[in-house]
């Protein structure tokens, strides 16, 4: 590229094409450039040592390409430059004290997504004073960086999973007034943080999970919208936290505690928090009854309870939280019939978690009003019953396409553009706790496992062919595998073991080109395997405990072979079972019959001739047999009459044996 006669060019920007190569050498020639932007392309290779040279700069953005090697130390001299844009390239290596030398009018600097190590003395007093500032994923541990404090006017600051540890000093927490933005998630931070969330400027977020902050929870001022001090180790009770200035209504939004060690009850004091739209106590040693003043949080869009020793009914003044997308109590101690009213009131509702509770009775038909639904999970329960045949009603799950109702609040977005997952979900997938974020509205599962409902399959299961993951295992179900689940063909996993199924696999199973785990072991199944690609590539384990043979197991259904080597010779058709052994004996009887019986039945001179025949050789039998008996008695009498006259036994046994032969 030849810049030419555009050394007097103020403002170049080619931001958002499909520019790729590397940038000229020759920059530095546009010594009255003031605002450069090449935000958002392919661009690749090092930076150029000539960025030193544009003295007149103030706006510099070469975020979102392919830079790499290390950051240019003259860079350090553009003492015009107030704001930077790095983040999102490839740069490595270390960045020091000079890179920063001269530059006294930057208030932004935003760098993360790079592997970049800064390595600044203990004292070291930088020459600007940040308003905004972003170094996520660089290295800048082992210590909280000191020099951050003497930034005055900060209010947007990024230092998450920079490996810095220890305790966070005083002098930093002081500076709270002035942010508006602060995440220092994913690190190894501790110790207690009192009274420091108190005096936050409007419309705050902070962001303070995973690490190791403990104690009780700090005091939180009612001008914070969104506070996450999830993933750490807050303890005891939280009332004097929910129940702080209980007259002083809160603007939070987002509230997130769980994975902590919380414990004790719920106090009611949810009046004031009637601004929250998600609420998540998971995971934490929290018991009792949920407080009836939950259903304050009429704006309220995710709820997570899970993981807790919460018991007694869920409330009925939850109804009121109509605007409900997410319903997460699994691994409590809740009682009671499934709530109907859920069905009625929850029309946006996409995630219903029941799992592992002690809900009882049937699964009410008012839950199929949930055409949103997209994870349904009411297994580890003790529910009765058979699948409500309306279950074709979750029209979400009955489209393969993504659903067009897209997922709210699928993540945060702070000021300097970083955003963070804040919905999820644990499911059960495969016998396996999966945590899913990011694609959560992509996901769609029904789980009726570990219950004890009955009855058939229905068929109306078949037409949710947008379903992923099905799992009916450890229930009463009988009859057959419905013919047509074929249908479904986005399943990846389907679990129906341990029940009472019988009859055949569907040949149409062998067309669900993406199920990479089907267990069907330990019921009543008989038949062969269809054949697929898919099929006899699945783990032989999910076969076990059924009367199947053909692969993956290694019992053979050819020549006639069942497995474990029973009715050897016989074959299934159409669910009875043929022994050929049993059948060709009793033909070769009949026809043995008729061959002998048949011509003397039709022939009348045969008959006489073969009765002839018969009273021929019985006279002639009769006479030998006659002949036979009375030279036997001859014999026998000699010996006797020898024995009378000797008395020798052994002289006259040798005149029988004698007479005899």
Known sequence: ?????????????????????????????????????????????????SFGNLSTLTYL????????????????????????????NMLEGVVTEVHFSNLTSLIKLYAFGNHLTLEVSNNWNPPFQLESLSFQSWNLGPNFPA?????????????????????????????????????????????????????????????????????????ISSKVIVLDLSKNSFSKSISHFLCFKINEPKQIEVLNLERNL?????????????????????????????????????????????????????????????????????????????????????????????????????????????????????????????IPRCVKNFSAMATKNNSNHIMWLISLTFYYGETLPLESALLVIKGKIFEYSTILQLVKSIDFSKNSLSGEIPKEVTYLQGLEFLNLSYNLFSGSIPENIGSMGSLESIDFSLNQLSGHIPSSMSSLTFLNHLNLS?????????????????????????????????????????????????????????????????????IGFWSVCGPLLLNKQWRIIYFQFLDQMGYKLKGVISLIFKTRWFIFKESWLCLERTNTERYCKGIWQLNWD
């Not at 070469?62 to 983040?87: R, V």
């Open 262 to 386: 919380l414990s004790g009850k719920i106090p009611n004091c949810w009046m004031k928090w009637n601004s929250l739209v998600a609420l998540n106590l998971g995971n934490n040693n929290f018991i009792g009854s949920i407080p009836t003043s939950i259903g304050s949080l009429t704006l309220l869009k995710s709820l997570h309870l899970y993981n807790n020793k919460f018991s007694g009914k869920l409330p009925f003044s939850l109804k009121n939280c109509e605007k409900l997308v997410t319903i997460d109590v699994a691994e409590n101690e809740f009682v009671g019939r499934l709530p109907s009213w859920i069905g009625h009131r929850f029309s946006s509702l996409m995630i219903l978690n029941f799992r592992s509770n002690n809900f009882h009775g049937h699964i009410p038909d008012q839950l199929c009003a949930l055409t949103s639904l997209q994870i349904l999970d009411l297994s580890y329960n003790n529910l009765s019953g058979s």
């Open 147 to 219: 020099w951050l404090c003497s930034q005055r006017h900060l209010q947007n600051l990024d230092i998450s999973n920079t490996g810095i540890s220890g305790v966070v000093p005083p002098s930093f927490w002081n500076l709270s007034s002035q942010f508006v933005s602060l995440n220092l998630s994913q690190n190894l931070l501790y110790g207690e943080i009192v009274n420091s969330l108190m005096n936050w400027s409007s419309d705050s977020v902070i962001d303070l999970s995973s690490n190791h902050f403990n104690g009780l929870l700090p005091f």
């Open 61 to 88: 953005d070469l975020s979102y390409n392919e830079f790499s090697g290390t950051l240019p130390q003259n860079f350090g001299q553009l003492s015009k430059l107030n704001t930077l844009y790095i983040e999102s």
């Open 1 to 49: 590229m030849s810049l030419g006669n555009l050394s007097s060019l103020a403002n170049l920007d080619f931001s958002h094409n499909l520019f790729n190569g590397t940038l000229p050498q020759n920059f530095g020639q546009l010594k009255n450039l003031v605002r450069l932007d090449f935000w958002n392309n392919s661009i690749s290779g090092p930076l150029s040592v």
């Open 522 to 590: 330990n019921n009543n199944l008989t038949g062969k395997i269809p054949l697929s690609t898919q099929l006899q590539s699945l783990n032989p384990s999910g076969f076990i405990g059924n009367k199947l043979c053909g692969l993956p197991l290694t019992e053979n259904c050819t020549n006639g072979v069942k497995p474990n080597n029973e009715n050897i010779g016989s074959k299934t058709t159409g669910g009875l079972e043929v022994d050929w052994f049993y059948v060709s004996m009793a033909l070769g009887i009949v």
